[in-house]
C-alpha cells in the first residue's frame, strides 16, 4: 500500500466521501469523519506521539468541520508549519446531479441547516469553502456519473499495489452525449473517425470486441490519429512526473462512449504500460443503455 501519512477526504456533500470511506476502511485506513479543522494538526500530534502510531489515517474534512474558507485555508497553514506530510482526495460531481441526490435522500444540506439557504446557494457556498482543498488536491474524482462500485474501484486503485511514488495514470473512455468528464487532465475526441454504430453487425458490440477495434483500427485516419495521440503522450507523461503529478486522467470521447473511444483507450492504455507506466483503463459508459 502506498505510504500515506495522512490522507485528507473531503468534497461537496453528497458527491460521495461516505463510499470513499468506506472503501479506504477495506483497505486498511483509519478513518475519521467529520473532523473540526482546528484540531486536525493536533489530532496528527497526538497520533505521532502514541506508542503505536496509526500507518495510514484518512480523515473527513469537508464543510461541516471546516465553515469558512479561511478556516479551511488556516488548518492547512497549521499542517505545512508543523511538517506534517499529508494529501488531499477531493471527491466532485455536478450541481444538478447533487442536487438530485439531496432531493432523492430528502436530507438537507449542511449548509442549508447552518445558515437557512436554499439548496442552490448552499452548493455555491460550499464550493467557495472548499476551493482551498481542490486547488491543493492530488486527488479529484467525479462522481457525477460513476456508480457505486466504479467510485471504489477508482478510489481503491489510487492507493493499492502502487509500488513508488510515481504518477498513477488513467486512462477514461466516455461519451460526449452523457457528459465530458470533470477529472480528464488530457482530452481526446474521436467523434472524427467512422462510427461502427452505423454497422448492423457492429452496432451491439463494443470496443472491447475484437471485430470493432478492427473496424475501427482499419482507417488510415485512425493510425494517424492513434499515432499523434501516442506522440503527445510520449512527451508529455515524463513532464508531468517531473513536475511531481501523483495522479493524472486521459478521456478519450466518441459520441456514446461504446465503440472508438473504448478502442483508442485500450490502445494507448496498452502504449503507456510499454513505456512502464501503471495504467487503470475505465469505460465509464460501455454499458449504457443508448
Not at 117 to 143: F, H
Not at 161 to 168: F, L, N
Not at 188 to 195: G, K, T
Not at 225 to 247: H, I, N, T
Amino acid at each position: 500500500m502506498k505510504d500515506t501519512q495522512l490522507l485528507i477526504v473531503t468534497g461537496m456533500s453528497g458527491a460521495g466521501k461516505s463510499l470513499a470511506v468506506n472503501a479506504l476502511e477495506d483497505i486498511g485506513f483509519f478513518c475519521m469523519d467529520n473532523i473540526p479543522a482546528n484540531l486536525l494538526a493536533k489530532l496528527m500530534e497526538f497520533s505521532e506521539q502514541s506508542e503505536n502510531p496509526v500507518q495510514h489515517m484518512a480523515v473527513v474534512l469537508d464543510s461541516r468541520g471546516g465553515r469558512s474558507t479561511q478556516a479551511i485555508m488556516d488548518a492547512l497553514c497549521e499542517l505545512d508549519a508543523h511538517g506534517i506530510a499529508y494529501r488531499i482526495l477531493f471527491l466532485d460531481a455536478n450541481n444538478d446531479v447533487l442536487q438530485r441526490r439531496y432531493k432523492e435522500t430528502r436530507r438537507r444540506h449542511p449548509v442549508s441547516i447552518s445558515t437557512g439557504v436554499s439548496l442552490e446557494q448552499a452548493l455555491s457556498c460550499e464550493r467557495e469553502i472548499l476551493r482551498p482543498l481542490y486547488e491543493k488536491a492530488n486527488y479529484r474524482i467525479d462522481t457525477s456519473l460513476l456508480s457505486t462500485a466504479q467510485l471504489k474501484d477508482r478510489v481503491v486503485s489510487l492507493f493499492v499495489d502502487k509500488t513508488s511514488d510515481a504518477m498513477a495514470l488513467t486512462i477514461l473512455s466516455f461519451g460526449f452525449k452523457y457528459g465530458q468528464p470533470r477529472e480528464a487532465d488530457i482530452l481526446f475526441d474521436v467523434r472524427c473517425l467512422p462510427n461502427p454504430f452505423y454497422i448492423p453487425q457492429l452496432k451491439a458490440l463494443t470496443g472491447l470486441d475484437g471485430a470493432v477495434c478492427d473496424y475501427v483500427m482499419q482507417f488510415d485516419e485512425s493510425k494517424g490519429l492513434l499515432q499523434r495521440m501516442e506522440d503527445l503522450l510520449d512527451y508529455s507523461l515524463p513532464l508531468y512526473v517531473k513536475e511531481g503529478k501523483s495522479q493524472l486522467t486521459v478521456g478519450v470521447g466518441c459520441t456514446g462512449g461504446k465503440h472508438r473511444s473504448v478502442t483508442f483507450a485500450r490502445l494507448l492504455g496498452e502504449h503507456a504500460r510499454a513505456l512502464g507506466y501503471r495504467v487503470e483503463l475505465v469505460h465509464r459508459d460501455v454499458h449504457r443503455h443508448s
